[in-house]
């Protein structure tokens, strides 16, 4: 049975403290989950890389100077702390508009794991921005799949940025087209090939020209297939290797379901606010006979 307007007002003002919460924890979950991520992808992208030179192609690192070697590496330390310090960029509150109403949160819509350039946090102390405007479920949902996919840009940006240096450097081709780097650094897992964590393996067909002076490349009808070793930093291998950070992959995963949960009810909740207004509509012009 639908309560009446007022009580149902009420139960949804309950939600939206309810909401504002759990925004909070949010925020606080992703900070710490931002601090860890960009400490480790730090450390896992300088062991790809040492991974890359001395594995992937140890002649070519052997022949560059003592002075291009050291350069080399400064440069692939600063890339990786420039990363560490965008990653935790990314997080920025939210500003829900204050002229539209909120809206409820569809059954299918996905709570996205993997993500952008805003973000979501509601101060404790902090009331929403406006009645009409509360902050609802359907905001921390898009809020979270933005910051998940501004993570994932962050790890392929940063993977194209190390295969570019290491191309500059000889370590690579350094022909090696740069539509092959972008590739390397978007390929889904199931194109990833080798053990070894953040590295891939390609094989690609090209000119004679370009891989005369490559190690691995074989003559196919006129054509050169290459292997060609690169770096892909992957969130999953990353979050493997480090127990706190999965820890935090964890918490962020309990926050998801109590969202969940809290955005089945609350449109549960307008749904019963729209049938009672309704009702209340339908006497209030109903003219008995």
């Not at 350039?117 to 509360?134: D, I, Y």
Request: glycine fraction near 4%; include cysteine; proline fraction near 6%.
């Amino acid at each position: 049975m639908v309560g009446s307007v007022e009580r149902i007002e009420q139960d949804l003002a309950a939600m939206h403290g309810a909401i504002a919460s759990l925004a909070s924890e949010f925020y606080s979950a992703y900070t710490d989950y931002l601090n860890l991520l960009g400490q480790t992808v730090r450390q896992q992208l300088i062991l790809a890389s040492y991974h890359l030179c001395t594995q992937g192609y140890p002649e070519r690192f052997l022949s560059l100077s003592y002075d291009q070697r050291y350069e080399l590496q400064q440069t692939l330390r600063r890339l990786a702390y420039q990363t560490q310090e965008e990653l935790l960029a990314q997080l920025h509150p939210v500003v829900v508009p204050a002229d539209t109403e909120a809206p409820a949160l569809p059954d299918s819509l996905p709570l996205s794991e993997a993500s952008v350039n805003h973000g979501l946090s509601v101060p404790e102390s902090a009331p929403p921005k406006s009645q009409k405007s509360p902050l609802a479920p359907i905001h921390l949902v898009q809020w979270q799949q933005d910051l998940e996919q501004a993570i994932a840009q962050e790890l392929q940006t940063a993977s194209h940025a190390a295969n570019r240096l290491l191309r500059q450097a000889n370590i690579l081709p350094p022909k090696l087209p740069e539509p092959i780097l972008e590739a390397a650094a978007k390929a889904d897992a199931a194109e990833i090939g080798g053990r070894t964590p953040n590295l891939m393996n390609l094989l690609i067909e090209t000119t004679r020209d370009d891989s005369a002076s490559s190690e691995g490349a074989e003559e196919s009808r006129g054509q050169v297939v290459m292997h060609i070793v690169a770096i892909h930093l992957r969130l999953t291998e990353i979050e493997f290797s480090e127990p706190a950070l999965n820890a935090a992959r964890t918490r962020i995963r309990s926050l998801q379901a109590q969202l969940k949960t809290l955005g089945r009810d609350y449109q549960k909740k307008q749904r019963e606010r729209a049938i009672a207004e309704a009702q209340d509509a339908w006497r209030a012009s109903w003219i008995e006979e």
